[in-house]
T-cell receptor
Framework: EAQVTQNPRYLITVTGKKLTVTCSQNMNHEYMSWYRQDPGLGLRQIYYSMNVEVTDKGDVPEGYKVSRKEKRNFPLILESPSPNQTSLYFC???????????????FGNGTRLTVT | AQTVTQSQPEMSVQEAETVTLSCTYDTSESDYYLFWYKQPPSRQMILVIRQEAYKQQNATENRFSVNFQKAAKSFSLKISDSQLGDAAMYFCAYRRVTDSWGKLQFGAGTQVVVTP
């Protein structure tokens, strides 16, 4: 089954304790991205990657890191989490194709992160 | 910069009735995609419908249809014959076609409540 898999689904941690949220897709997509969802703000892009070893900042990158060592995986790293990073996080992927991007993003099931 | 505005935080509809969700966006581009995503309580992001800006015909998917007004930069979603399973948060989103990094820009969302 074609899917984007995120883990864990729920995560509670304390301020300053490093954590990683994993994301993996089995659709051979070049493009992967992380979003955070907050009430009244919709989803905002944190980081994205166009392909292996190619990553760049989105709209809200502060406090986050990513890596893309393999095409299928795109982990999100919080080196020193703070309470303002409490949010719902989504990983997403899509094809990219020449001039026209295929358009549709496929989302993981989300990770609810609470930082106390 | 592009922005997506959903002016209705919540809409209520009775079963079997019709509800229309509004979305406006701001862009200087002529070629782009517009989407409606549904997020039920399970948090999953489900693609409802997709519209390519160069296509004048409004997209439809079963009970879901859009009214795409390119000049007015408006993209409303109509849910006909509403069902209890339609209750969810609905997000309008925009994506440039030629954008090499393919960011999806989201509105703040509209919560749809379906009453029996």
């Amino acid at each position: 089954e074609a899917q984007v898999t995120q883990n864990p689904r729920y995560l509670i941690t304390v301020t300053g304790k490093k954590l990683t949220v994993t994301c993996s897709q089995n659709m051979n997509h070049e493009y992967m991205s992380w979003y955070r969802q907050d009430p009244g703000l919709g989803l905002r892009q944190i980081y994205y990657s166009m392909n292996v070893e190619v990553t760049d900042k989105g709209d809200v990158p502060e406090g986050y890191k990513v890596s893309r060592k393999e095409k299928r995986n795109f982990p999100l790293i919080l080196e020193s989490p703070s309470p303002n990073q409490t949010s719902l996080y989504f990983c997403a992927s899509s094809l990219t194709g020449g001039r026209r991007i295929s358009g549709t993003l496929h989302f993981g099931n989300g990770t609810r992160l609470t930082v106390t | 910069a592009q922005t997506v505005t959903q002016s209705q935080p919540e809409m209520s509809v009775q079963e079997a009735e019709t509800v229309t969700l509004s979305c406006t966006y701001d862009t200087s581009e002529s070629d782009y995609y517009l989407f409606w995503y549904k997020q039920p309580p399970s948090r999953q992001m489900i693609l409802v419908i997709r519209q390519e800006a160069y296509k004048q015909q409004n997209a439809t998917e079963n009970r879901f249809s859009v009214n795409f007004q390119k000049a007015a930069k408006s993209f409303s979603l109509k849910i006909s014959d509403s069902q209890l399973g339609d209750a969810a948060m609905y997000f309008c989103a925009y994506r440039r076609v030629t954008d090499s990094w393919g960011k999806l820009q989201f509105g703040a969302g509209t919560q749809v409540v379906v009453t029996p």
